[in-house]
């Protein structure tokens, strides 16, 4: 009996840490804090944007960040809300999908920069839980963007 | 103290599965899994569009994915994106009360589409949390909307 | 273990408290109760909106629900739709990070009419967890919106 209440909160715990993680994201790329943002990921972890390659490790990672797309962003004022996300806990690893919505300030008003379903792949390690893969696609009618908001889900309710 | 201890763990994972419930409505309906959406509900679970009617029952709620405007919404790009949560959990019910946002991608730019009140009355059957009433209202000014948000906040603080 | 596994139940549960305190600011601001929202506040606590001053108290924070800028904006439609939150955990004090994002209906359509970074310190005390003070700040590229996402992050990751 204390065997299974130990590892129900496991569980919880668990989801609670990636839950945390991930909202951790969105405040550390709005505040620039390139290198504790990489590290919100395993050290061969894999960032995936759609349409604009894969960066793989902290130092590519990072370089999303301190890039000047991303500085550009800052300098107008951004802000990568994240959603809610389902998870899938299986193990030591872990699957959740949700959204992110990017708004950009511009001449005094906000726009939605961009709305992308993100896929993320999580490992427990020596460190806890952090990102394996993390996928983003902008949700602009194509199929590929849908495709990673599906899979999870579908596994869960069959 | 261990049944203490069983109980508020209990209370815990009651939250945690209405929250992960409620965070697979969207992903469900922007990769258009009408059935494995429709199984959030209870079989017998309404759906109450503010200005569109009530869906009940799994067909119906399906439906509402598996229609034109639903599959042309999906075409465009769109993400229903659902906000955070205030739970109140009273035994084998419950209720939640938040938010949705739809973005639909317009012509190369994301638009606001929607922004609802959403009343979730959930029930704790054979089959786990499942949604048993939803109700969703445009945030346009009216008192019926905010009247969604308003009731077990109000419960609860008293 | 017995103690162990309350202890990490506490630290749980506290979390989940802050969560659906926090998830509760939205709901009540855009239905106007504003005697409830004040409650979410301790006695003496602080609301620090940025260019807006700061109200303290239970009376002054209800006055901003009833004040004619907000009551404006109920009339015409409006969501503050919070983000999900990183919550760092310390005893009875905690910090949580996150953002709101407040949505206005016009004419017909929904606008963002505010996207700003929160900062939230939240007190343990007799009436459960509350808000010590909520800072928040538009990021419109100011360095001060930033300087709110990124402590308590920092603080956690090294």
Same mark, same amino acid.
């Given at each position: !009996?204390?065997?299974? &209440?130990?590892?129900?909160?496991?569980? &919880?715990?668990?989801? $609670?840490?990636?839950?945390?993680?991930?909202?951790?994201?969105? =405040?550390?790329?709005? #505040?620039? $804090?390139?290198?504790?943002?990489?590290?919100?990921?395993?050290?061969?972890? %894999?960032?995936?944007?759609? @349409? !604009?390659? $894969?960066?793989?490790?902290?130092?590519?990672?990072? @370089?999303? %960040? $301190?890039?000047?797309?991303?500085?550009?962003? !800052?300098?107008?004022?951004?802000?990568?809300?994240?959603? *809610?996300?389902? %998870?899938?806990?299986?193990?030591?690893?872990?699957?959740?999908?949700?959204? #992110?919505?990017?708004?950009?300030?511009?001449?005094?008003?906000?726009?939605?920069?961009?709305?992308?379903?993100?896929?993320? #792949?999580?490992?427990?390690? *020596?460190?806890?839980?952090?990102?394996?893969?993390?996928?983003?696609?902008?949700?602009?009618?194509?199929?590929?963007?849908?495709?990673?908001? #599906?899979? =999870?889900?579908?596994?869960?309710?069959?």
């Amino acid at each position: !009996m204390r065997d299974d &209440l130990a590892s129900r909160l496991q569980a &919880l715990e668990d989801r $609670e840490a990636i839950r945390d993680l991930i909202a951790r994201y969105g =405040p550390l790329a709005d #505040s620039g $804090e390139a290198g504790d943002l990489a590290q919100l990921w395993t050290s061969d972890g %894999i960032y995936a944007v759609g @349409g !604009m390659g $894969e960066a793989q490790g902290h130092t590519a990672i990072a @370089g999303l %960040i $301190e890039g000047v797309v991303h500085q550009k962003l !800052m300098q107008d004022g951004c802000a990568h809300v994240l959603s *809610p996300i389902a %998870i899938e806990l299986d193990g030591d690893d872990a699957v959740a999908v949700g959204y #992110s919505v990017v708004f950009r300030h511009d001449a005094g008003e906000f726009v939605v920069e961009r709305v992308s379903a993100n896929r993320w #792949s999580l490992q427990r390690g *020596p460190r806890g839980w952090q990102v394996h893969r993390r996928d983003n696609a902008l949700l602009d009618g194509t199929a590929a963007a849908r495709a990673l908001l #599906s899979l =999870p889900v579908a596994r869960r309710r069959r």
